[in-house]
């Protein structure tokens, strides 16, 4: 890495008990530096802060998005029997009043009604700290270096958002991104689970929480639970984590996916889950290509050669959806057009088929899910030919589209292949105009379904949590949480 770093940092592991401990890694060119930690909730609770640290000017290897920093240790955090289970934000000074962040997760000493996994896989997919990501040229992204600025910390996240971006003013894009990362508004914490987090505290709402790593190790980390959360963008799944939710959801679990995007690709773990596995739409280039090891392929769950689409856990997926008020794609209303207004997740609205919830602020934005439809009575339902369940009960859509390579954003890399291409080659057999059509005009999709002793709610989009302010975007969060078992 050849770029001069004034300080950075990052924590190992990412989640811990009380009773255990996290270790700060910290780089700085300066000989002291403070770290202030928060916990990032209803409220920001300072939990610590410590000042004159020793400095210390650690080694960046050019590989280190493979291999790791393999930093020497700053300082040692013991998770306290008080601390409650939440996000724990570190923010970094040094001397010159440089900043960075660094995160940790305080996992529940005791399991409470509903479990937040947050999507540290993505974070590792979309991290180009000091090396590649997923889409800038990486196939393997080391969790054991920093997240770049954005992921963690960013203002004003309503404005600097994917789904606004054509809003903003040229001199407003610059001025982001001479501090942030382009790749902040589609990956973090500081984009979407911070805004429902806050949100579900100041109403009430307890939640506990774990990392992606966590869903993968502990087949039983669901045990005992009522309701699993998934926020925001959710993108990159291990066959562990798909096996864990699954199961328990079939068992009699409730599943909630306020995200979208969810699921989408398959990775693998390495290095005791310190390093995410990617290959995407490399397939030969991936280890276990053509072995009888190929379900485990790190590329989309939908294509033949792993056979599980994401519809099976979601109910939906984003081959069948897109994106939405983005360049090349549909602006739409913003909301959802509701078309089974008597569902139990309305309750308390006054509406009839047709109306539109969740259009301001719009929480159709970015990307998201759906499923192949037909029309039944002058509404939309799943065919399953997609093999969205059949049970799959289609409460809302709204218009989106998967990209053709031509269309990309403008700052995606040189190399990007859109979505639409390869859907259309993997999944229709052959990437042509014709074959691309039957998937261009995609949908979000909002639905439920019953599975096995379960049940399964998805918003699908990436976005519902920007319209938590607005009452009806509320009080269906409400009503799904409260069926769950997440609001008593």
């Known amino acids: 890495m050849s770029d001069k770093v004034s300080i950075a940092g990052y924590c190992w592991p990412q989640s811990a008990k009380p009773g255990e401990t996290i270790t700060l890694f910290c780089h700085t060119e300066n000989s002291h530096y403070s770290v202030r930690c928060i916990r990032q909730g209803g409220e920001d609770e300072i939990i610590f ?12 290897p050019d590989d280190l998005s493979v291999i790791g920093c393999n930093w020497e240790q700053s300082l040692d955090i013991k998770i306290e029997g008080e601390w409650r289970t939440g996000f724990y934000l570190l923010e970094l000074t040094d001397e010159t009043g ?103 505290e100041q109403n009430g709402i307890e939640l506990d929480f774990a990392t992606s790593q966590d869903l993968d190790a502990e087949a039983d980390l669901l045990d005992g639970y009522e309701c699993y ?98 360049r090349n794609s549909p602006r739409g209303s913003g909301g959802y057009t509701i078309w089974r207004p008597d569902h139990w997740a309305f309750e308390g609205l006054d509406l009839v088929s047709g109306d539109i919830i969740g259009a301001n602020p719009p929480v159709i934005g970015y990307e998201c899910d759906g499923c192949e439809l037909t029309i039944k009575n002058g509404r939309p339902v799943a065919t399953g030919a997609d093999e969205t369940p059949p049970q799959f009960e289609v409460l809302g859509t709204a218009p989106a589209h998967l990209w053709e390579t031509r269309e990309g954003d403008s700052g995606m890399p040189d190399s990007y292949v859109g979505e639409l291409n390869w859907v259309a080659q993997r999944l229709g057999g052959a990437d042509t105009e014709e074959i691309r059509e039957k998937f261009a005009h995609g949908r979000a999709v909002m639905g439920s379904f019953a599975k096995g002793k379960g049940e399964v709610f998805t918003s699908g989009c990436t976005d519902w949590a920007y319209g938590l302010d607005d009452a009806s975007v509320a009080r269906v969060t409400k009503n799904i949480l409260s069926r769950f078992g997440a609001l008593r």
């Open 98 to 200: 440089a900043a960075a962040e660094a995160f940790f997760v305080v996992r529940p000493p005791q399991k409470g009604n509903a479990l937040l996994v947050l999507a540290t896989s993505t974070y590792a997919a979309y991290n180009e700290w000091g090396g590649p990501s997923f889409y800038t040229g990486g196939a393997l992204s080391s969790m054991k270096r920093p997240l770049p600025r954005g992921f963690l910390k960013k203002p004003e996240p309503g404005k600097y958002r994917a789904a606004c971006a054509r809003e903003l003013t040229p001199d407003e894009i610059r001025d982001y991104l001479s501090t942030y990362s382009y790749w902040s508004m589609a990956s973090g914490w500081a984009n979407w689970e911070i805004l429902f987090v806050r949100w579900a």
């Open 49 to 60: 802060e410590k000042t004159n640290l020793t400095g210390r000017r650690q080694d960046i």
């Open 229 to 326: 959360v998934s926020i925001g963008h959710d993108e990159y799944w291990s066959k562990n984590m798909r096996d864990h939710v699954e199961t328990w959801v079939e068992s009699g679990g409730k599943a909630v996916f306020f995200s979208g995007n969810t699921s989408f690709w398959q990775i693998r773990y390495e290095e005791d889950r310190s390093r995410v596995v990617g290959y995407k739409l490399d397939l030969e280039g991936d280890p276990v290509f053509g072995t009888d090891r190929e379900r485990s392929l790190s590329t989309m769950w939908s294509d033949p050669l792993v056979g599980r689409p994401e519809n099976h856990m979601t109910g939906v997926s984003f081959t069948r959806g897109g994106y939405a008020r983005l």
